[in-house]
Protein backbone atom coordinates (compact mmCIF):
# COMPACT_ATOMS: atom_id res chain seq x y z
CA UNK A 1 0.00 0.00 0.00
CA UNK A 2 1.02 3.73 -0.18
CA UNK A 3 1.69 5.71 2.80
CA UNK A 4 1.42 9.40 2.62
CA UNK A 5 2.78 11.79 5.94
CA UNK A 6 2.01 15.84 5.42
CA UNK A 7 4.82 17.24 7.22
CA UNK A 8 4.82 21.06 8.66
CA UNK A 9 7.67 23.06 9.94
CA UNK A 10 6.58 26.29 10.86
CA UNK A 11 6.56 29.08 9.56
CA UNK A 12 7.05 27.66 6.30
CA UNK A 13 4.14 26.57 4.08
CA UNK A 14 3.44 22.66 4.85
CA UNK A 15 5.83 20.15 3.38
CA UNK A 16 5.37 16.44 2.74
CA UNK A 17 6.81 13.26 2.54
CA UNK A 18 5.82 10.63 0.40
CA UNK A 19 6.51 6.54 1.42
CA UNK A 20 5.81 3.29 -0.45
CA UNK A 21 6.31 0.07 1.26
CA UNK A 22 4.63 -3.54 0.27
CA UNK A 23 5.46 -4.46 3.41
CA UNK A 24 3.56 -1.99 5.55
CA UNK A 25 -0.40 -2.89 6.31
CA UNK A 26 -3.67 -0.63 5.96
CA UNK A 27 -4.06 1.02 9.22
CA UNK A 28 -7.47 1.23 9.97
CA UNK A 29 -9.03 4.29 9.74
CA UNK A 30 -9.41 7.23 11.39
CA UNK A 31 -7.10 6.25 14.55
CA UNK A 32 -4.89 8.73 15.48
CA UNK A 33 -1.39 7.79 15.50
CA UNK A 34 1.36 9.51 17.74
CA UNK A 35 4.44 10.17 15.77
CA UNK A 36 6.59 12.65 17.89
CA UNK A 37 4.25 15.32 18.66
CA UNK A 38 0.72 14.77 16.94
CA UNK A 39 -1.84 17.17 15.42
CA UNK A 40 -4.96 15.43 13.71
CA UNK A 41 -5.75 12.61 12.00
CA UNK A 42 -7.09 12.11 8.74
CA UNK A 43 -9.35 9.67 6.36
CA UNK A 44 -10.22 11.50 3.12
CA UNK A 45 -7.48 9.23 1.11
CA UNK A 46 -9.11 5.97 1.78
CA UNK A 47 -6.88 5.23 4.66
CA UNK A 48 -3.92 7.17 4.39
CA UNK A 49 -2.17 8.06 7.42
CA UNK A 50 -1.75 11.94 7.91
CA UNK A 51 -0.13 13.74 10.65
CA UNK A 52 1.88 16.85 11.37
CA UNK A 53 5.02 17.53 13.49
CA UNK A 54 6.35 20.48 14.94
CA UNK A 55 10.42 20.15 13.97
CA UNK A 56 11.08 18.92 11.06
CA UNK A 57 14.07 19.93 9.19
CA UNK A 58 12.89 21.01 6.01
CA UNK A 59 15.39 19.11 3.31
CA UNK A 60 16.11 15.45 3.51
CA UNK A 61 16.77 12.72 1.10
CA UNK A 62 17.80 8.97 2.10
CA UNK A 63 17.19 5.30 0.23
CA UNK A 64 16.94 2.22 1.13
CA UNK A 65 16.29 2.98 4.95
CA UNK A 66 15.01 0.55 7.42
CA UNK A 67 12.61 1.99 9.85
CA UNK A 68 11.55 0.55 13.35
CA UNK A 69 8.21 0.64 14.09
CA UNK A 70 7.82 -1.16 17.14
CA UNK A 71 7.54 1.69 19.19
CA UNK A 72 4.34 3.24 17.38
CA UNK A 73 1.30 4.05 20.05
CA UNK A 74 -2.07 5.20 19.42
CA UNK A 75 -3.93 7.84 21.40
CA UNK A 76 -6.76 5.05 22.18
CA UNK A 77 -4.51 1.87 22.85
CA UNK A 78 -1.23 0.34 21.81
CA UNK A 79 -0.64 -1.26 18.63
CA UNK A 80 -1.06 -4.48 19.77
CA UNK A 81 -5.01 -4.49 18.51
CA UNK A 82 -3.62 -5.36 15.58
CA UNK A 83 -1.10 -7.29 13.49
CA UNK A 84 2.09 -6.53 14.40
CA UNK A 85 4.57 -4.66 11.66
CA UNK A 86 7.66 -5.90 10.74
CA UNK A 87 10.72 -4.18 12.95
CA UNK A 88 12.91 -3.90 10.22
CA UNK A 89 10.52 -3.44 7.15
CA UNK A 90 12.56 -1.75 3.79
CA UNK A 91 11.36 1.36 2.51
CA UNK A 92 12.43 1.83 -1.10
CA UNK A 93 12.69 5.84 -1.13
CA UNK A 94 12.09 8.40 1.18
CA UNK A 95 11.94 11.91 -0.28
CA UNK A 96 10.93 15.34 1.28
CA UNK A 97 10.56 18.61 -0.74
CA UNK A 98 9.55 21.76 0.02
CA UNK A 99 6.47 22.41 -1.89
CA UNK A 100 3.19 21.57 -0.66
CA UNK A 101 1.95 22.02 -4.14
CA UNK A 102 4.45 19.22 -6.09
CA UNK A 103 2.84 18.01 -8.89
CA UNK A 104 3.53 14.63 -8.86
CA UNK A 105 2.21 13.96 -4.99
CA UNK A 106 -0.47 15.66 -6.06
CA UNK A 107 -1.40 13.33 -9.56
CA UNK A 108 -0.74 9.99 -7.17
CA UNK A 109 -3.70 10.89 -4.77
CA UNK A 110 -5.64 11.89 -7.29
CA UNK A 111 -5.63 9.01 -8.72
CA UNK A 112 -6.39 7.45 -5.29
CA UNK A 113 -9.08 9.35 -4.59
CA UNK A 114 -10.36 10.80 -8.05
CA UNK A 115 -10.86 14.33 -6.66
CA UNK A 116 -9.67 17.21 -8.14
CA UNK A 117 -9.74 19.64 -4.81
CA UNK A 118 -6.14 17.60 -3.67
CA UNK A 119 -4.85 21.31 -2.54
CA UNK A 120 -7.81 22.20 -0.14
CA UNK A 121 -7.85 18.77 1.01
CA UNK A 122 -4.02 18.65 1.99
CA UNK A 123 -3.82 21.85 3.29
CA UNK A 124 -7.50 22.70 3.99
CA UNK A 125 -7.68 25.81 2.47
CA UNK A 126 -10.64 27.13 1.08
CA UNK A 127 -10.74 28.50 -2.43
CA UNK A 128 -9.89 32.25 -1.30
CA UNK A 129 -6.92 30.91 0.81
CA UNK A 130 -5.79 29.24 -2.24
CA UNK A 131 -5.47 31.67 -4.47
CA UNK A 132 -3.96 33.33 -1.56
CA UNK A 133 -1.15 31.08 -1.35
CA UNK A 134 -0.86 30.67 -4.77
CA UNK A 135 0.44 34.00 -5.42
CA UNK A 136 3.13 33.11 -2.39
CA UNK A 137 6.68 31.75 -3.56
CA UNK A 138 7.76 28.98 -2.20
CA UNK A 139 11.29 30.35 -1.25
CA UNK A 140 10.88 34.36 -1.17
CA UNK A 141 14.09 34.79 0.20
CA UNK A 142 15.85 32.67 -2.59
CA UNK A 143 14.19 34.30 -5.07
CA UNK A 144 15.38 37.90 -4.17
CA UNK A 145 19.34 37.07 -4.19
CA UNK A 146 18.02 34.73 -7.88
CA UNK A 147 16.96 38.59 -9.17
CA UNK A 148 20.38 40.17 -7.69
CA UNK A 149 22.52 37.57 -9.50
CA UNK A 150 20.60 37.62 -12.76
CA UNK A 151 21.10 41.46 -12.80
CA UNK A 152 24.97 41.65 -12.11
CA UNK A 153 25.42 39.05 -14.83
CA UNK A 154 22.97 39.90 -17.51
CA UNK A 155 24.25 43.57 -17.11
CA UNK A 156 27.70 42.61 -17.27
CA UNK A 157 26.44 40.38 -20.31
CA UNK A 158 24.73 43.58 -21.73
CA UNK A 159 27.36 45.75 -21.49
CA UNK A 160 29.84 43.42 -23.66
CA UNK A 161 27.01 42.73 -26.61
CA UNK A 162 27.34 46.78 -26.94
CA UNK A 163 30.49 46.74 -26.72
CA UNK A 164 32.01 44.18 -28.95
CA UNK A 165 30.34 45.25 -32.22
CA UNK A 166 31.07 49.17 -31.23
CA UNK A 167 35.17 48.35 -31.19
CA UNK A 168 34.82 46.21 -34.58
CA UNK A 169 32.72 49.37 -36.04
CA UNK A 170 35.42 51.96 -35.17
CA UNK A 171 38.22 49.44 -36.21
CA UNK A 172 36.17 48.62 -39.63
CA UNK A 173 33.35 50.87 -40.64
CA UNK A 174 31.73 47.69 -42.15
CA UNK A 175 29.02 45.42 -41.13
CA UNK A 176 30.82 42.51 -42.31
CA UNK A 177 32.87 41.95 -39.33
CA UNK A 178 30.16 42.13 -37.37
CA UNK A 179 28.21 40.16 -39.72
CA UNK A 180 30.48 37.13 -39.38
CA UNK A 181 31.18 36.77 -36.15
CA UNK A 182 27.05 36.80 -35.82
CA UNK A 183 26.96 34.16 -37.88
CA UNK A 184 28.90 31.24 -36.25
CA UNK A 185 27.51 32.44 -33.03
CA UNK A 186 24.20 31.38 -34.04
CA UNK A 187 25.45 28.28 -35.65
CA UNK A 188 27.43 27.55 -32.38
CA UNK A 189 23.80 28.07 -30.82
CA UNK A 190 22.24 25.94 -33.39
CA UNK A 191 24.57 23.40 -32.78
CA UNK A 192 25.99 23.27 -28.99
CA UNK A 193 23.05 24.26 -26.93
CA UNK A 194 21.39 20.53 -27.13
CA UNK A 195 24.89 19.63 -25.79
CA UNK A 196 24.97 22.19 -23.67
CA UNK A 197 21.13 21.54 -22.37
CA UNK A 198 22.09 17.57 -22.06
CA UNK A 199 25.32 18.77 -19.53
CA UNK A 200 22.82 20.72 -17.44
CA UNK A 201 20.17 18.03 -17.05
CA UNK A 202 22.64 15.75 -15.56
CA UNK A 203 25.01 17.61 -13.77
CA UNK A 204 24.70 19.57 -10.06
CA UNK A 205 23.38 22.80 -10.48
CA UNK A 206 25.70 25.28 -8.24
CA UNK A 207 28.86 23.85 -9.99
CA UNK A 208 27.58 24.26 -13.08
CA UNK A 209 26.53 27.41 -12.32
CA UNK A 210 29.75 28.73 -11.25
CA UNK A 211 31.99 27.27 -14.72
CA UNK A 212 29.31 28.79 -16.90
CA UNK A 213 29.89 32.17 -15.47
CA UNK A 214 33.67 31.08 -15.32
CA UNK A 215 33.65 29.62 -18.97
CA UNK A 216 31.47 33.16 -20.22
CA UNK A 217 33.96 35.59 -18.11
CA UNK A 218 37.17 33.88 -19.54
CA UNK A 219 35.26 33.87 -22.91
CA UNK A 220 34.76 38.00 -23.02
CA UNK A 221 38.25 38.42 -21.63
CA UNK A 222 39.97 37.09 -24.13
CA UNK A 223 37.38 38.37 -26.59
CA UNK A 224 38.06 42.06 -25.40
CA UNK A 225 41.66 41.41 -25.57
CA UNK A 226 42.13 40.30 -29.22
CA UNK A 227 39.93 44.03 -30.19
CA UNK A 228 42.45 45.48 -28.17
CA UNK A 229 45.21 44.07 -29.80
CA UNK A 230 43.69 44.77 -33.16
CA UNK A 231 42.95 48.07 -31.93
CA UNK A 232 46.77 49.18 -31.47
CA UNK A 233 48.66 47.13 -33.73
CA UNK A 234 45.96 46.55 -37.17
CA UNK A 235 46.18 49.63 -39.65
CA UNK A 236 42.96 49.94 -41.62
CA UNK A 237 43.21 46.86 -43.64
CA UNK A 238 40.55 45.81 -47.03
CA UNK A 239 37.39 44.43 -45.28
CA UNK A 240 38.02 40.95 -46.00
CA UNK A 241 41.39 40.41 -45.18
CA UNK A 242 40.58 41.11 -41.42
CA UNK A 243 38.74 37.53 -42.14
CA UNK A 244 41.88 35.74 -41.89
CA UNK A 245 43.81 37.49 -39.49
CA UNK A 246 44.48 34.95 -36.30
CA UNK A 247 43.19 37.74 -33.87
CA UNK A 248 39.55 37.68 -35.71
CA UNK A 249 39.51 33.79 -35.93
CA UNK A 250 40.47 33.81 -32.53
CA UNK A 251 37.37 36.49 -31.08
CA UNK A 252 34.67 34.54 -33.70
CA UNK A 253 35.68 31.58 -31.35
CA UNK A 254 35.74 33.23 -28.36
CA UNK A 255 32.50 34.85 -29.22
CA UNK A 256 30.91 32.05 -30.39
CA UNK A 257 31.88 30.59 -26.21
CA UNK A 258 30.80 33.14 -24.70
CA UNK A 259 27.17 33.49 -26.54
CA UNK A 260 26.61 28.87 -25.86
CA UNK A 261 27.53 29.72 -21.82
CA UNK A 262 25.10 33.22 -21.62
CA UNK A 263 22.90 30.85 -23.40
CA UNK A 264 22.97 28.04 -20.65
CA UNK A 265 23.38 30.64 -17.81
CA UNK A 266 19.87 32.24 -19.25
CA UNK A 267 18.02 29.16 -19.86
CA UNK A 268 19.19 27.59 -16.37
CA UNK A 269 17.95 30.48 -14.43
CA UNK A 270 14.99 31.29 -16.40
CA UNK A 271 13.27 27.80 -16.97
CA UNK A 272 14.95 25.79 -14.23
CA UNK A 273 15.99 27.69 -10.68
CA UNK A 274 12.81 30.17 -10.81
CA UNK A 275 10.37 27.54 -10.91
CA UNK A 276 12.20 25.80 -8.09
CA UNK A 277 12.03 29.14 -5.87
CA UNK A 278 8.97 30.29 -6.88
CA UNK A 279 6.75 27.03 -6.98
CA UNK A 280 5.62 25.24 -9.83
CA UNK A 281 2.09 24.70 -9.39
CA UNK A 282 2.23 27.95 -7.79
CA UNK A 283 1.25 29.97 -11.08
CA UNK A 284 1.25 33.58 -9.71
CA UNK A 285 4.01 34.01 -7.68
CA UNK A 286 5.72 32.15 -10.88
CA UNK A 287 4.19 34.45 -13.28
CA UNK A 288 5.37 37.42 -10.87
CA UNK A 289 8.71 36.02 -10.95
CA UNK A 290 9.25 35.64 -14.66
CA UNK A 291 7.73 39.45 -14.87
CA UNK A 292 10.76 40.25 -12.73
CA UNK A 293 13.49 38.47 -14.67
CA UNK A 294 12.36 40.09 -17.86
CA UNK A 295 12.10 43.78 -16.65
CA UNK A 296 15.43 43.00 -14.85
CA UNK A 297 16.20 41.74 -18.55
CA UNK A 298 14.80 45.53 -20.19
CA UNK A 299 16.85 47.36 -17.50
CA UNK A 300 20.00 45.78 -18.03
CA UNK A 301 19.70 45.69 -21.98
CA UNK A 302 19.15 49.53 -21.96
CA UNK A 303 21.63 50.06 -18.53
CA UNK A 304 24.39 48.62 -20.32
CA UNK A 305 24.34 50.05 -23.77
CA UNK A 306 24.20 53.17 -22.20
CA UNK A 307 26.58 53.13 -19.77
CA UNK A 308 29.05 52.12 -22.41
CA UNK A 309 27.56 54.31 -24.77
CA UNK A 310 28.62 57.20 -22.46
CA UNK A 311 32.20 55.90 -21.98
CA UNK A 312 32.77 55.51 -25.58
CA UNK A 313 31.92 59.40 -25.93
CA UNK A 314 34.18 60.53 -23.30
CA UNK A 315 37.30 58.06 -23.58
CA UNK A 316 38.82 56.27 -26.65
CA UNK A 317 37.48 52.86 -26.96
CA UNK A 318 40.65 50.80 -25.52
CA UNK A 319 39.82 52.33 -22.45
CA UNK A 320 36.11 51.61 -22.92
CA UNK A 321 37.26 47.80 -23.08
CA UNK A 322 39.34 48.13 -20.11
CA UNK A 323 36.99 49.56 -18.24
CA UNK A 324 34.55 46.63 -19.66
CA UNK A 325 37.25 43.77 -19.04
CA UNK A 326 37.82 45.25 -14.89
CA UNK A 327 33.69 44.72 -14.97
CA UNK A 328 34.08 41.13 -15.78
CA UNK A 329 36.46 40.53 -13.44
CA UNK A 330 34.90 42.27 -10.59
CA UNK A 331 31.05 40.55 -11.34
CA UNK A 332 32.82 36.99 -11.04
CA UNK A 333 33.37 36.83 -7.43
CA UNK A 334 29.53 38.17 -7.01
CA UNK A 335 28.35 35.97 -9.17
CA UNK A 336 29.78 32.95 -7.40
CA UNK A 337 28.67 34.41 -3.98
CA UNK A 338 25.19 35.07 -5.19
CA UNK A 339 24.77 31.35 -6.74
CA UNK A 340 25.70 30.01 -3.23
CA UNK A 341 23.15 32.23 -1.28
CA UNK A 342 20.43 31.69 -3.36
CA UNK A 343 21.27 27.72 -2.34
CA UNK A 344 21.39 28.76 1.45
CA UNK A 345 18.29 31.29 1.29
CA UNK A 346 15.97 28.29 -0.08
CA UNK A 347 17.37 25.64 2.13
CA UNK A 348 19.24 23.90 -0.36
CA UNK A 349 16.99 23.35 -2.87
CA UNK A 350 19.30 23.80 -5.76
CA UNK A 351 20.97 20.59 -3.76
CA UNK A 352 18.09 18.86 -5.47
CA UNK A 353 19.48 15.98 -8.09
CA UNK A 354 17.69 15.45 -11.28
CA UNK A 355 16.40 11.69 -12.19
CA UNK A 356 19.54 10.61 -12.99
CA UNK A 357 20.33 8.83 -16.75
CA UNK A 358 22.43 5.48 -16.51
CA UNK A 359 23.18 5.88 -20.02
CA UNK A 360 25.18 9.12 -19.58
CA UNK A 361 28.67 9.37 -18.76
CA UNK A 362 29.82 12.53 -18.27
CA UNK A 363 33.42 11.72 -19.86
CA UNK A 364 32.33 10.31 -22.71
CA UNK A 365 30.03 12.88 -23.84
CA UNK A 366 33.57 15.33 -23.44
CA UNK A 367 35.32 12.91 -25.12
CA UNK A 368 37.35 15.19 -27.80
CA UNK A 369 37.69 12.12 -30.10
CA UNK A 370 33.57 12.00 -30.43
CA UNK A 371 32.60 15.15 -29.73
CA UNK A 372 31.15 15.86 -33.33
CA UNK A 373 29.62 12.05 -32.85
CA UNK A 374 28.27 13.16 -29.44
CA UNK A 375 26.68 16.24 -30.44
CA UNK A 376 24.79 14.71 -33.59
CA UNK A 377 23.70 12.51 -30.54
CA UNK A 378 22.62 15.36 -28.39
CA UNK A 379 20.72 17.36 -31.36
CA UNK A 380 18.50 14.76 -32.21
CA UNK A 381 17.88 13.72 -28.48
CA UNK A 382 17.23 17.28 -27.70
CA UNK A 383 14.91 17.39 -30.69
CA UNK A 384 13.02 13.96 -29.61
CA UNK A 385 12.62 15.43 -26.05
CA UNK A 386 11.64 18.92 -27.53
CA UNK A 387 8.35 17.16 -30.08
CA UNK A 388 7.36 15.05 -27.28
CA UNK A 389 6.90 17.52 -25.25
CA UNK A 390 3.32 18.14 -23.70
CA UNK A 391 3.13 22.08 -24.45
CA UNK A 392 4.67 21.48 -28.02
CA UNK A 393 2.67 23.87 -29.44
CA UNK A 394 3.10 26.64 -27.13
CA UNK A 395 7.17 26.65 -27.68
CA UNK A 396 6.68 26.28 -31.62
CA UNK A 397 4.31 29.39 -31.31
CA UNK A 398 7.33 30.95 -29.58
CA UNK A 399 9.45 30.18 -32.60
CA UNK A 400 7.11 31.11 -34.93
CA UNK A 401 7.34 35.10 -33.47
CA UNK A 402 11.30 34.96 -34.23
CA UNK A 403 10.08 35.13 -37.89
CA UNK A 404 8.91 37.81 -37.15
CA UNK A 405 12.22 40.56 -37.98
CA UNK A 406 10.15 42.79 -40.12
CA UNK A 407 7.39 44.37 -38.26
CA UNK A 408 9.52 45.09 -34.90
CA UNK A 409 12.15 47.02 -33.85
CA UNK A 410 15.57 45.87 -35.19
CA UNK A 411 18.17 46.37 -38.21
CA UNK A 412 15.67 46.11 -40.98
CA UNK A 413 13.08 48.47 -39.89
CA UNK A 414 15.63 51.26 -38.95
CA UNK A 415 16.66 50.52 -42.58
CA UNK A 416 13.59 51.22 -43.32
CA UNK A 417 12.71 54.43 -41.86
CA UNK A 418 16.20 55.98 -42.83
CA UNK A 419 15.19 55.44 -46.56
CA UNK A 420 12.20 57.14 -45.91
CA UNK A 421 13.30 60.04 -44.51
CA UNK A 422 12.73 59.66 -41.03
CA UNK A 423 14.31 61.75 -38.55
CA UNK A 424 17.15 59.47 -36.26
CA UNK A 425 15.34 61.38 -33.21
CA UNK A 426 11.69 59.70 -34.28
CA UNK A 427 13.82 56.21 -34.83
CA UNK A 428 15.26 56.68 -31.55
CA UNK A 429 11.94 57.45 -29.58
CA UNK A 430 10.28 54.74 -31.46
CA UNK A 431 13.01 51.87 -30.21
CA UNK A 432 12.41 53.19 -27.05
CA UNK A 433 8.93 53.49 -26.96
CA UNK A 434 9.25 49.81 -27.61
CA UNK A 435 11.14 48.96 -25.28
CA UNK A 436 8.85 51.09 -22.41
CA UNK A 437 5.86 48.34 -23.94
CA UNK A 438 8.27 45.57 -23.05
CA UNK A 439 8.67 46.58 -19.33
CA UNK A 440 5.06 47.30 -19.26
CA UNK A 441 3.69 44.27 -20.71
CA UNK A 442 5.84 42.47 -17.84
CA UNK A 443 3.51 43.79 -14.89
CA UNK A 444 0.29 43.52 -17.12
CA UNK A 445 1.30 39.31 -17.77
CA UNK A 446 1.04 38.38 -14.51
CA UNK A 447 -2.35 39.89 -13.56
CA UNK A 448 -3.67 39.13 -17.13
CA UNK A 449 -2.26 34.82 -15.72
CA UNK A 450 -4.36 35.67 -12.68
CA UNK A 451 -7.59 36.84 -14.25
CA UNK A 452 -7.79 34.41 -17.08
CA UNK A 453 -5.21 31.48 -16.32
CA UNK A 454 -1.73 30.70 -18.26
CA UNK A 455 -3.49 29.11 -21.57
CA UNK A 456 -5.86 32.27 -21.94
CA UNK A 457 -3.33 35.20 -20.94
CA UNK A 458 -1.03 33.22 -23.64
CA UNK A 459 -3.86 33.50 -26.31
CA UNK A 460 -4.71 36.83 -25.39
CA UNK A 461 -0.73 38.22 -25.98
CA UNK A 462 -0.78 36.06 -29.39
CA UNK A 463 -4.03 37.42 -30.70
CA UNK A 464 -3.19 41.21 -29.66
CA UNK A 465 0.00 40.68 -31.57
CA UNK A 466 -1.13 40.08 -34.65
CA UNK A 467 -4.18 42.49 -34.40
CA UNK A 468 -2.10 45.18 -34.58
CA UNK A 469 0.70 44.01 -36.84
CA UNK A 470 -2.14 43.33 -39.28
CA UNK A 471 -3.21 46.91 -39.17
CA UNK A 472 0.62 48.27 -39.39
CA UNK A 473 1.00 46.04 -42.31
CA UNK A 474 -2.50 47.38 -44.04
CA UNK A 475 -1.13 51.19 -43.21
CA UNK A 476 2.09 50.15 -45.03
CA UNK A 477 0.74 48.61 -48.12
CA UNK A 478 -1.98 51.31 -48.95
CA UNK A 479 -0.69 54.51 -47.55
CA UNK A 480 3.01 56.05 -47.90
CA UNK A 481 4.97 55.95 -44.79
CA UNK A 482 6.55 59.05 -46.17
CA UNK A 483 3.80 61.06 -45.03
CA UNK A 484 2.76 62.21 -41.73
CA UNK A 485 -0.54 60.75 -40.69
CA UNK A 486 0.15 56.46 -42.19
CA UNK A 487 3.58 57.00 -40.50
CA UNK A 488 2.33 58.18 -37.32
CA UNK A 489 -0.22 55.32 -37.69
CA UNK A 490 2.31 52.55 -38.47
CA UNK A 491 4.52 52.94 -35.95
CA UNK A 492 2.44 52.99 -33.21
CA UNK A 493 0.68 49.98 -34.18
CA UNK A 494 3.97 48.28 -34.23
CA UNK A 495 4.26 49.59 -30.66
CA UNK A 496 1.39 48.63 -29.10
CA UNK A 497 2.27 45.25 -30.86
CA UNK A 498 5.16 44.87 -28.87
CA UNK A 499 2.85 44.63 -25.76
CA UNK A 500 1.39 41.54 -26.86
CA UNK A 501 4.73 40.21 -27.92
CA UNK A 502 6.16 40.55 -24.21
CA UNK A 503 2.79 39.35 -22.53
CA UNK A 504 3.36 36.24 -24.48
CA UNK A 505 6.64 36.19 -23.90
CA UNK A 506 6.57 36.13 -20.62
CA UNK A 507 3.49 33.86 -20.45
CA UNK A 508 4.73 31.26 -22.57
CA UNK A 509 7.67 30.80 -20.88
CA UNK A 510 5.94 30.02 -17.73
CA UNK A 511 3.63 27.29 -19.57
CA UNK A 512 7.43 26.06 -20.54
CA UNK A 513 8.53 25.83 -17.17
CA UNK A 514 4.83 24.16 -16.17
CA UNK A 515 4.58 21.89 -18.98
CA UNK A 516 7.97 20.61 -18.85
CA UNK A 517 9.62 17.86 -16.09
CA UNK A 518 12.66 19.27 -13.91
CA UNK A 519 14.85 16.66 -14.66
CA UNK A 520 14.10 17.70 -18.76
CA UNK A 521 13.92 21.74 -18.66
CA UNK A 522 17.64 22.83 -19.63
CA UNK A 523 17.92 20.20 -22.63
CA UNK A 524 14.21 21.14 -24.13
CA UNK A 525 14.87 25.18 -23.37
CA UNK A 526 18.39 24.56 -24.83
CA UNK A 527 16.72 22.89 -28.31
CA UNK A 528 14.25 25.09 -28.52
CA UNK A 529 16.36 28.40 -28.60
CA UNK A 530 18.41 26.57 -31.37
CA UNK A 531 15.56 26.43 -33.22
CA UNK A 532 14.54 29.91 -32.99
CA UNK A 533 17.93 30.52 -33.85
CA UNK A 534 17.45 28.45 -37.12
CA UNK A 535 14.21 29.89 -37.74
CA UNK A 536 16.21 33.58 -37.51
CA UNK A 537 18.69 32.28 -40.38
CA UNK A 538 15.79 31.31 -42.49
CA UNK A 539 14.59 35.10 -42.46
CA UNK A 540 17.75 36.67 -42.21
CA UNK A 541 18.71 34.63 -45.45
CA UNK A 542 15.39 35.74 -47.26
CA UNK A 543 16.06 39.38 -46.10
CA UNK A 544 19.39 38.90 -48.02
CA UNK A 545 18.32 37.93 -51.19
CA UNK A 546 15.26 40.28 -51.22
CA UNK A 547 17.54 43.36 -49.65
CA UNK A 548 15.76 46.09 -51.90
CA UNK A 549 13.78 48.13 -49.77
CA UNK A 550 10.65 47.75 -52.00
CA UNK A 551 10.56 44.49 -51.19
CA UNK A 552 9.83 45.43 -47.69
CA UNK A 553 6.20 44.84 -48.06
CA UNK A 554 7.03 40.82 -48.89
CA UNK A 555 9.24 40.93 -45.32
CA UNK A 556 6.32 42.27 -43.77
CA UNK A 557 4.03 40.13 -45.20
CA UNK A 558 6.18 36.88 -44.08
CA UNK A 559 6.35 38.36 -40.94
CA UNK A 560 2.43 38.78 -40.44
CA UNK A 561 2.20 35.26 -41.57
CA UNK A 562 4.18 33.84 -38.71
CA UNK A 563 2.48 35.45 -35.86
CA UNK A 564 -1.18 35.14 -37.10
CA UNK A 565 0.04 31.23 -37.83
CA UNK A 566 1.60 31.23 -33.90
CA UNK A 567 -1.76 32.71 -32.51
CA UNK A 568 -4.36 30.50 -34.35
CA UNK A 569 -2.06 27.26 -33.51
CA UNK A 570 -2.11 28.32 -30.40
CA UNK A 571 -5.68 28.66 -30.16
CA UNK A 572 -6.48 25.59 -31.62
CA UNK A 573 -4.29 23.94 -28.75
CA UNK A 574 -6.27 26.19 -26.32
CA UNK A 575 -10.07 25.14 -27.77
CA UNK A 576 -9.31 20.96 -27.98
CA UNK A 577 -7.36 20.51 -24.56
CA UNK A 578 -6.32 16.76 -23.13
CA UNK A 579 -7.26 15.25 -20.42
CA UNK A 580 -3.31 15.62 -19.48
CA UNK A 581 -3.65 19.37 -20.40
CA UNK A 582 -6.69 19.69 -17.96
CA UNK A 583 -4.59 18.30 -15.29
CA UNK A 584 -1.37 20.14 -15.18
CA UNK A 585 -3.29 23.47 -15.60
CA UNK A 586 -5.91 22.87 -13.08
CA UNK A 587 -5.41 27.12 -12.30
CA UNK A 588 -7.19 27.71 -15.87
CA UNK A 589 -10.54 25.86 -15.05
CA UNK A 590 -13.53 28.54 -15.16
Not at 91 to 114: A, F, Y
Not at 167 to 191: D, R
Not at 228 to 250: C, G, M, N, R
Request: hydrophobic content about 50%; some cysteine; charged content about 10%.
Amino acid sequence: MGLVIVVSSLPSPPTRISLASSSLRRAPPPRLVRLGRWLRPSSSFGGALVCKLDYVTPKCSTTNTDVDLNNVTTENGGIEDHPSLPSGCSIPVVHLTGDVLDSQLLNLVTKRTGQNSVFRELSGFSKGKEDIFAAIPAHPEGLYALYASYFFGNFVEQVWNFAWPASLAILYPSLLPVAVVGFFTKLAIFTGAPLVGKLLDHCPRIPMYNSLNFVQAAAQLLSATMIIYALKTTSHSPKTAVLVQPWFILLVVAGAIERVAGLALGVTMERDWVVLLAGKSRPVALAQANAMLNRIDLLCETAGASLFGILLSKFNAVTCLKIACGLMVCSMPVLVILGQTINRLSSHVLDCYRIPDKSFRLGLLLDAGKIFENGIYAIRHGWNEYKHQIVLPASVASVLLCFNIALAPGALMTALLMHHGVSPSIIGGFSGLCSIMGFAATFISSSLVKRLGILKAGAAGLIFQALFLAIALVVYLTGSVSRQAPLLIFLVSIVLSRLGHMSYDVVGTQILQTGVPVAKANLIGTTEVSIASLAEFIMLGVAIVANDVSHFGFLAILSLFSVTGAALMFCQWLANPTDEQRKLFNFDSD
